[in-house]
């Protein structure tokens, strides 16, 4: 297992999204933020990076664990041929408009403007919540690596996610097609890459270094309850609490962060008693922002795709803050 995918792999998923290709749908608020907000910069190198038909491989050549800088460096230092292919393959299924011209060039001006949108997706959409990312994506490794140690390799892959199997040595993924293919291990190994971005089908990579591991970045996020643990800003709550006072909007996000936990321990950590948490939960529901499930005696709560909303409605102003959009971020302009 990897801890997980760096800005530049983050970047590149984040494009999957403004093209319109959303993890869990229309349950995702933030990523219709992400497409309002995209540039036409942006927007036109999203059409390159789309998952579902055959995107710019460029994860086979940058190191994904590096920073945003060494990565473009290391995008900019790719052979003009190995560059000049990929760019042919991707072009082959399907067509760009016109005003998308300048990034798709095999030169290495467009190569440059290609990494300005890149560098714009990380600042705009990865770079203001990494440590956010960063922790979410470290306890899910650590998880999965639990599991993995506990000897049976293929439930952890299959709760890793549902399109994984593994049967010595062959590794099979379902893709966004659905169709099912497999790969056998030829000896390098294969690691394992959490994402935070990237769309609900897994993709696999071939580094340049064929004695390095094959890697699989997989979409780390499941539920709703793990969209608002990677995009909500604990500091941007200040809108929900207006809207449904503060303790409320304390309960609303515990139960986002800690679900179906019973009610003493989310009335204990938001520091209420639990009748009055029992009362503010009872609104909660009633207005539809949290379920409520009884198991036996235990009456616990998850989160709705109206309560995620709510948390997640105040978090715009963060990706139009983040940068300005009438600039390119700069970029390293070492040449290859």
């Known amino acids: 297992m990897q801890p997980g995918a760096g800005p530049f792999a983050e970047a590149l998923f984040s494009f999957d ?58 995008m900019l230092s790719i052979p003009d041929p190995v560059y000049r292919d990929e760019l042919r393959l991707v072009l082959a299924a399907r067509s760009l408009p016109p005003r998308c011209a300048p990034l798709i060039g095999t030169d290495l001006r467009s190569r440059r403007r290609l990494a300005e949108a890149i560098s714009e997706a990380a600042t705009r959409f990865v770079l203001p919540k990494q440590q956010r990312i960063q922790s979410f994506l470290a306890t899910t490794s650590a998880t999965a690596t639990g599991r993995a140690r ?21 590794l099979t993924i379902s893709t966004s097609d ?16 959490p994402s935070a971005l990237m769309s609900d089908q897994p993709i696999l990579v071939r580094q340049l270094d064929h004695s390095r591991p094959w890697l699989v970045f997989y979409s780390a996020v499941n539920d709703l309850a793990d969209l608002v643990r990677v995009h909500m800003d604990p500091n941007g709550l200040d809108a929900a609490a207006r809207l449904m006072g503060q303790s409320r909007s304390d309960l609303l996000m515990t139960v986002a962060e800690r679900p179906g936990r019973p009610v003493k321990e989310l009335a204990a950590r938001v520091g209420i008693s639990v009748a009055a948490a ?9 207005a539809g922002l949290i379920e409520g499930r009884r198991d036996g005696k235990s009456h616990s709560h998850v989160l ?8 997640l409605a105040g978090q715009e102003s963060t990706l139009h803050s983040s940068g300005d959009p009438g600039s390119s971020p700069r970029t390293s302009t070492t040449a290859g």
Request: proline content about 6%.
């Open 278 to 286: 029992s009362e503010h939960l009872a609104v909660l529901r009633h």
């Open 17 to 74: 999204v403004v093209s319109h290709r959303s993890h869990m749908g229309e349950l995702n608020p933030w990523s219709r933020q992400m497409r309002a907000s995209a540039s036409d910069l942006v927007r036109c190198a999203a059409a390159l990076f789309t998952m579902h038909k055959t995107p710019l491989d460029l994860l086979s050549y940058v190191d994904p664990s590096e920073n945003i800088a060494v990565a473009i460096d290391q």
């Open 150 to 170: 506990s000897g049976d390799i293929d439930r952890m892959l299959t709760r890793l996610h549902p399109s994984i199997r593994w049967q010595s040595p062959w």
């Open 178 to 193: 659905r169709v099912p293919r497999s790969y056998v291990s030829d000896g390098g190994g294969i690691t394992f890459v």
């Open 304 to 311: 709705t795709p109206v309560g995620a909303s709510v948390l």
